[in-house]
């Protein structure tokens, strides 16, 4: 199932030849669901199990600009550094016995073609998958770790560098929470959709031009992993969220180095679930 905010309201994506179509999830279901995406993440079993079923019903032509965020509230963002080598290598810091692990406040989550205002300083990309939980999960153990897992989406965690790396230790959150520094979408895609859900194409490029490009099957740790490691100590509740890391090729390691322009559009994508775009402007 793929499931989308298409103008506030929670929909059903449906393919029709090389078009996308919208199946309204609170019309469909008779007011059972919906229309409130985020509500749905508290009853997600019953919901997939309906969705699964679903009899034909009418569906609308995707307008692109009406989709938002396909997790707009979250209570919980976490967030992971250092999760690939080659990341953690061009960073300059050893892979970590544990997650390097910081939060983006939720009121930086936008959605797919937002237009972020850029503040002062050094703004920078990195693609990520982001891993919505389905249920309260708390001290969940690895083998079962992915059926506490609504669905995947791509993120953009960009971050102004400067605010980050300002002072005695960095400020990973605040430099990672400016308005609109969290683009996710362009929806959620449940894992049974996925050939091989740990091994996933992820890339972006800027403008044009090629600047990540990996596989999670590279991620130190793997979605099970984090689930097991999170959980351990905060509840995971459902519709939270996790950023789950990106590969090299970020702006500020790059000689010379090269951050977001007002002019650029940056385009993010990972394998089985489509294309995030982000565009810019000067605040």
């Given at each position: 199932?793929?499931?989308?905010?298409?103008?506030?309201?929670?929909?059903?994506?449906?393919?029709?030849?090389?078009?996308?179509?919208?199946?309204?999830v609170e019309k469909?279901?008779?007011?059972?669901?919906?229309?409130?995406?985020?509500?749905?993440?508290?009853?997600?079993?019953?919901?997939?199990?309906?969705?699964?079923?679903?009899?034909?019903?009418?569906?609308?032509?995707?307008?692109?600009?009406?989709?938002?965020?396909?997790v707009p509230s979250?209570?919980?963002?976490?967030?992971?550094?250092?999760?690939?080598?080659?990341?953690?290598?061009?960073?300059?810091?050893?892979?970590?016995?544990?997650?390097?692990?910081?939060?983006?406040?939720?009121?930086?989550?936008?959605?797919?073609?937002?237009?972020?205002?850029?503040?002062?300083?050094?703004?920078?990309?990195?693609?990520?998958?982001?891993?919505?939980?389905?249920?309260?999960?708390?001290?969940?153990?690895?083998?079962?770790?992915?059926?506490?897992?609504?669905?995947?989406?791509?993120?953009?965690?960009?971050?102004?560098?400067?605010?980050?790396?300002?002072?005695?230790?960095?400020?990973?959150?605040?430099?990672k929470s400016f308005?609109?520094?969290?683009?996710?979408?362009?929806?959620?895609?449940?894992?049974?959709?996925?050939?091989?859900?740990?091994?996933?194409?992820?890339?972006?490029?800027?403008?044009?031009?090629?600047?990540?490009?990996?596989?999670?099957?590279?991620?130190?740790?793997?979605?099970?992993?984090?689930?097991?490691?999170?959980?351990?100590?905060?509840?995971?509740?459902?519709?939270?969220?996790?950023?789950?890391?990106?590969?090299?090729?970020?702006?500020?390691?790059?000689?010379?180095?090269?951050?977001?322009?007002?002019?650029?559009?940056?385009?993010?994508?990972?394998?089985?679930?489509?294309?995030?775009?982000?565009?810019?402007?000067?605040?």
């Amino acid at each position: 199932m793929k499931l989308a905010n298409l103008d506030g309201r929670a929909v059903i994506i449906e393919q029709d030849g090389n078009t996308e179509r919208a199946i309204d999830v609170e019309k469909a279901s008779d007011g059972r669901f919906g229309p409130d995406l985020q509500s749905l993440f508290e009853e997600w079993s019953d919901f997939v199990a309906w969705g699964a079923a679903i009899p034909s019903a009418e569906s609308i032509e995707i307008d692109a600009g009406g989709l938002g965020a396909p997790v707009p509230s979250p209570r919980q963002v976490f967030a992971i550094g250092l999760n690939y080598a080659e990341h953690a290598a061009e960073a300059g810091y050893p892979p970590d016995e544990m997650p390097v692990t910081f939060t983006k406040f939720p009121s930086s989550i936008v959605g797919p073609n937002a237009v972020v205002e850029l503040p002062e300083g050094h703004v920078d990309w990195e693609v990520e998958l982001v891993v919505v939980i389905a249920k309260k999960t708390f001290r969940v153990d690895r083998e079962n770790a992915w059926e506490h897992v609504a669905g995947l989406t791509i993120g953009q965690d960009l971050s102004e560098r400067v605010t980050q790396l300002q002072g005695t230790l960095p400020q990973f959150s605040l430099g990672k929470s400016f308005p609109g520094f969290g683009p996710t979408g362009p929806w959620l895609v449940t894992p049974d959709e996925f050939a091989d859900r740990d091994d996933l194409a992820i890339e972006c490029s800027l403008s044009g031009e090629g600047m990540q490009s990996s596989r999670t099957s590279m991620m130190l740790y793997d979605v099970p992993e984090l689930l097991v490691r999170l959980s351990a100590v905060c509840p995971l509740l459902p519709g939270d969220m996790i950023f789950s890391g990106t590969p090299s090729g970020i702006g500020n390691r790059r000689s010379p180095q090269r951050f977001i322009r007002a002019d650029d559009v940056l385009v993010s994508r990972i394998e089985g679930i489509g294309t995030l775009t982000t565009h810019f402007d000067n605040s």
